[in-house]
């Protein structure tokens, strides 16, 4: 079966994503999933019931350090703030997300 | 630029400043003229460091005394514009240094400036960078490649000695094949990848874009080790990789890989003659089969739409840098896609699948490498393209770097080497050279060999 995507899953997505797009948008992106739906679905040709899955390569498990303050990549209030574009006070400045009621 | 300083190599340079020949001050002059005279065409740049002089004079008794190198944008140079060619970081000020950059300074090398990439890395032509693309300098009507395609068109250009690159699947041999320069991706984990601008986590490797192989082992010396501030790198032991330079290559095993796949006509032949350079030096290589790289465009776009959709997620807007609208077509599609593969009622049948059939590319270079010392093909199915042709490709780079993306989600090393040269396009074609996890001094030791037995490297027979 082949993998299509809808306007309004992309739509959906979309928000999920906190990104805005524009209805034009929407209907490219609808054409660009498809594109990419349908070159993935080849996986479904290969054996994996038996297959465990890999998240990284490395094999590398439980890297610890000592557990120590390393003050080289500590910020100051100063260096932290620096980039933001809204600051007040020290803290840095965002916009409200809860309703007042 | 030939017959200037800016055309040295580094291993050149460093000799030539030990003879007391010349003075770094004179290197860095003459790469700044070059840079003066053709970046204004080729784009490689997005900033420049205009401390550059005074940390050359402050460097100048260190190993690399002030070498002047380019580093791509996506990653972190304090005080110096971070931007990874999109315009969310349009004014991004890094408060901190990348590991990577940070021990190549200690070691004496200074930045030139920040290198264009495809917009956080996402691409293989740097058409997405929201700075505008930048040009192959060997032939200006065509792509450098990408990600990293700043840095191996500086290099190429001789607008920098060598240069930094990152790679998640192709990003820095494939521009390198483009460019005609030398491109080394290492193991995942032999390189940190703190300060690096996080693209997919579990590929990223951080490596240098070179001359010739013996100035990317080089690089290599100063770039690798472990990093307290990056837990997924390795604690195994670095070795000096230029003790693999000029080491016979004889009885070694090679597999050659993917010249019956469909669309590989352009190059088939000359990564023939390439096989049997190696043969004539001693390798016994033989044609052999791997999974096919179809699969591993896949896997690896279905892992990388998922890490990116994670990793972007924090450019909020508050902390730093621009809101969420600032980001280009590609980022947002890509963004988008990993969000559905990873959405509920989705992340088994993508991305769990993904990590399944990923497995079953380790496994089955596990079993190659029990055969094979090392196995090559060629980098990219084609020679650079045309500027343009990503317009509306929303699967460009994952084509472009099919041969690459095997090796890359199983985290294996690798690298480009110049394998032919176009007489009436003056554009390149790459060996891709891998060999098992850790095994850079292997890709090393027989891309040495192959670059000294043919004529393609562009600097081999200056001064």
Not at chain 1, 39 to 58: A, G, R, Y
Not at chain 2, 183 to 191: D, E, I
Not at chain 2, 398 to 426: A, F
């Amino acid at each position: 079966m082949k993998n299509t995507v809808t306007k309004t899953q992309v739509t959906h997505v979309a928000q999920l994503a906190s990104l805005t797009i524009t209805e034009q948008e929407a209907e490219h992106l609808v054409g660009a999933f498809d594109e990419t739906l349908a070159v993935i679905d080849n996986l479904s040709q290969l054996s994996l019931n038996e297959t465990e899955p890999t998240s990284q390569v490395t094999g590398l498990e439980n890297i610890t350090r000592a557990d120590e303050v390393l003050t080289d990549n500590m910020f100051s209030q100063q260096e932290a703030l620096a980039n933001a574009k809204r600051s007040y006070d020290g803290y840095f400045v965002v916009d409200r997300i809860i309703d007042n009621d | 630029m030939t017959n200037q300083l800016c055309s040295l190599t580094l291993a050149q340079t460093l000799n030539k400043l030990q003879k007391k020949e010349i003075q770094m001050s004179e290197i860095v002059q003459s790469v700044l003229d070059s840079i003066k005279k053709q970046d204004s065409t080729i784009h490689a740049f997005l900033t420049q460091n205009e401390g550059l002089l005074g940390d050359v004079k402050a460097r100048e008794k260190l190993p690399l005394a002030g070498l002047p190198i380019a580093v791509k944008d996506n990653i972190c140079t304090k005080g110096l514009r971070t931007t990874a060619s999109s315009l969310v970081l349009d004014k991004f000020l890094p408060q901190y240094t990348a590991t990577i950059v940070e021990k190549v300074c200690q070691a004496g090398a200074t930045i030139i400036g920040k290198t264009n990439l495809d917009a956080w890395a996402h691409g293989s032509s740097t058409e997405t960078s929201q700075y505008g693309r930048t040009l192959n300098p060997r032939n200006t009507g065509h792509l450098p490649g990408g990600s990293s395609g700043g840095s191996a068109a500086a290099v190429a250009a001789d607008m920098s000695i060598v240069a930094i690159g990152t790679e998640t699947a192709g990003s820095i041999r494939q521009p390198a094949a483009w460019c005609g320069v030398v491109g080394l991706k290492p193991t995942y984990g032999r390189v940190s990848r703190y300060g690096v601008i996080a693209m997919a986590s579990s590929t990223d490797s951080p490596g240098p874009i070179a001359k010739t192989v013996q100035d990317a082992a080089m690089m290599l010396n100063y770039l690798a080790g472990q990093d307290l501030h990056d837990p997924t790198t390795s604690p195994q032991a670095v070795p000096d990789f230029t003790q693999s330079l000029g080491k016979s290559i004889k009885g070694l095993k090679v597999g050659l890989l993917y010249q019956d796949i469909e669309g590989m006509e352009i190059v088939k032949s000359h990564i023939d003659t390439a096989a049997k350079v190696l043969t004539e030096l001693g390798a016994k290589v033989e044609p052999t089969q791997a999974l096919s790289p179809q699969y591993a465009i896949s896997v690896y776009t279905i892992v990388q739409r998922g890490e990116v959709s994670s990793n972007l997620a924090r450019y909020d807007g508050i902390r730093f840098g621009n809101d969420r609208t600032f980001f280009g077509d590609e980022a947002k599609r890509r963004i988008m896609l990993g969000t559905y593969t990873l959405s509920k009622g989705y992340a088994d049948k993508y991305y769990l699948t993904a990590q399944k059939a990923r497995t079953l590319f380790i496994q089955d270079y596990q079993k190659l490498f029990e055969k094979y010392d090392c196995l090559i093909s060629a980098t990219s199915p084609s020679f650079a393209k045309k500027i343009g042709v990503t317009e509306n490709a929303a699967m460009f780079g994952e084509l472009e770097d099919m041969l690459l993306e095997p090796s890359s989600i199983t985290g294996l090393p690798g690298i480009s080497v110049p394998c032919y040269k176009d007489p009436q396009t003056n554009l390149f074609i790459g060996l891709n050279i891998i060999a098992p996890m850790w095994r850079e001094d292997r890709v090393i030791q027989i891309a040495d060999a192959f670059e000294k037995a043919t004529d393609w490297n562009t600097w081999k027979e200056t001064k």
